[in-house]
C-alpha cells in the first residue's frame, strides 16, 4: 500500500477543505470498496478525510411526505427503518440482497451509489483497463466478459456498477443532495449521478473533484406494490447478473402506472421510458409484459460471454412485473 495522510474531519468544512487542499484526496466513509481498491494500488490517493464523525447518519421525515437519507446512514441501518419497510419496500429488499451482514453494518448509502465497478479486469493492474488506466485498452471486449454490460456500453468500457441500492433509488426517483468545496450546495437526480461510459469510461459519476454527497432524498411513497429481484450465481454475497426493480400501481384490472429498473446490465441503473409508457393503461398479460420486455431491451448488445444476460433479462422483467401486478 502506497503511504498516505489521513484527517478525521470534524464538520463538513472541515471535510471540504481537507480534500480542497490537494488533487489527489478522498472521502472515505465505510472504507468496503476504497480500502479494497488501495490495498491493490488502484487508487492511490495521497490523502484521506474520514467523513465518519460528521452529523449526516440520520433519516429524517421531508415537509414533502418523503425520507431525507443522510449520507452516512448504514446499509443495515436504512433497510430495518420502519418507514423504508412500510413505504419503501423495493428498497429494503435491495439492500438486504447486497454484500453480506458485516458489510451492510459498515457500507453507507453515499459510499455504496459511489463504489466503483468489480469488473475482474479493472481489478487486475496486470491487464489494460480504460477505467483505471485511460486509453489503455479494455480487456473484457475480447475476454471473459459474463458479468458485463449489454446496455449503453462502448468499445472502450463495457463494466457494470455493482449497486443494488442504487436500482431500488433509480426506481423511486431519488434525489441525491452534494456539497462542493466552495460550499455550493447541488441537487442531482439519482439518473444523471452515474455517466454511460462513452469514450471517457474513468468519468464515473456527475461529481466534481471534491464534492461530496450529504443525503439522498426520497419523494413520497408511491402507490402499488413494490419488487427487487436479484439473479445471481449463488444466494448470498454475490452480484447480480441480472436485477430488477419494480413498482407497479393498478386501477382495477389495468396497470395505472409501471415503472422498473435494471440493475447488472450498465453503468448505471436503467430506466426505459418507453416500455414504463407502454405498459400504462394496459391489461397485465403474458404478451403485454413480454412486449414492454422486448422495448427495454431493444438496443442491448451482448459481447459474447454475456449474451445470455439478454433473455435473462427479459424473462425476470416479465416475472417481477406479473407479480407485481397482481390483485392483493
Not at 455517466?195 to 474513468?202: A, D, K, V, Y
Not at 395505472?256 to 436503467?270: C, D, M
Not at 445470455?308 to 433479462?313: C, G, H, S, T, W
Request: charged content about 20%; hydrophobic content about 40%.
Amino acid at each position: 500500500m502506497k503511504p498516505f495522510t489521513y484527517q478525521r474531519a470534524l464538520d463538513a468544512g472541515d471535510a471540504l477543505a481537507g480534500v480542497a487542499a490537494g488533487r489527489n484526496a478522498k472521502f472515505i466513509s465505510g472504507g468496503t470498496n476504497l480500502l479494497d481498491l488501495m490495498k491493490l494500488e488502484i487508487e492511490q490517493p495521497a490523502h484521506l478525510v474520514d467523513i465518519n464523525r460528521l452529523p449526516l447518519d440520520r433519516i429524517e421525515d421531508t415537509g414533502q411526505g418523503g425520507l431525507r437519507i443522510g449520507a452516512q446512514v448504514r446499509n443495515s441501518t436504512l433497510a430495518a427503518d420502519p418507514r423504508i419497510r412500510s413505504g419503501y419496500q423495493v428498497l429494503a429488499q435491495a439492500l438486504l440482497s447486497g454484500a453480506s451482514g458485516q458489510i451492510r453494518n459498515k457500507a453507507s448509502t453515499g459510499g455504496n451509489l459511489l463504489q466503483r465497478t468489480r469488473c475482474y479486469y479493472f481489478y487486475d493492474r496486470n491487464m489494460p483497463c480504460n477505467k483505471r488506466e485511460p486509453g489503455s485498452g479494455c480487456a473484457a471486449l475480447g475476454g471473459f466478459n459474463r458479468m458485463h454490460a449489454i446496455l449503453g456500453s462502448s468499445n472502450a468500457c463495457i463494466a457494470v456498477h455493482p449497486s443494488d441500492m442504487a436500482v431500488a433509488m433509480s426506481v423511486l426517483d431519488a434525489t441525491v443532495e452534494t456539497t462542493d468545496i466552495d460550499g455550493t450546495a447541488r441537487q442531482i437526480h439519482i439518473g444523471d449521478l452515474h455517466r454511460l461510459p462513452g469514450s471517457t469510461p474513468h468519468i464515473e459519476t456527475d461529481l466534481r473533484y471534491g464534492e461530496m454527497i450529504t443525503a439522498v432524498v426520497l419523494p413520497p411513497a408511491k402507490q402499488g406494490r413494490q419488487l427487487y429481484r436479484k439473479v445471481r450465481d449463488r444466494a448470498s454475497y454475490a452480484f447480480a447478473l441480472v436485477s430488477v426493480a419494480a413498482v407497479v400501481d393498478m386501477a382495477g384490472d389495468t396497470i395505472a402506472a409501471a415503472r422498473f429498473a435494471l440493475g447488472g446490465v450498465a453503468a448505471k441503473p436503467w430506466r426505459s421510458p418507453e416500455a414504463e409508457a407502454f405498459l400504462q393503461g394496459k391489461k397485465p398479460s403474458a404478451q403485454v409484459f413480454e412486449k414492454a420486455a422486448d422495448a427495454a431491451l431493444a438496443n442491448a448488445l451482448g459481447r459474447g460471454g454475456n449474451d445470455f444476460k439478454i433473455p435473462l433479462a427479459k424473462r425476470t422483467i416479465q416475472q417481477v412485473l406479473a407479480a407485481v401486478s397482481q390483485r392483493g
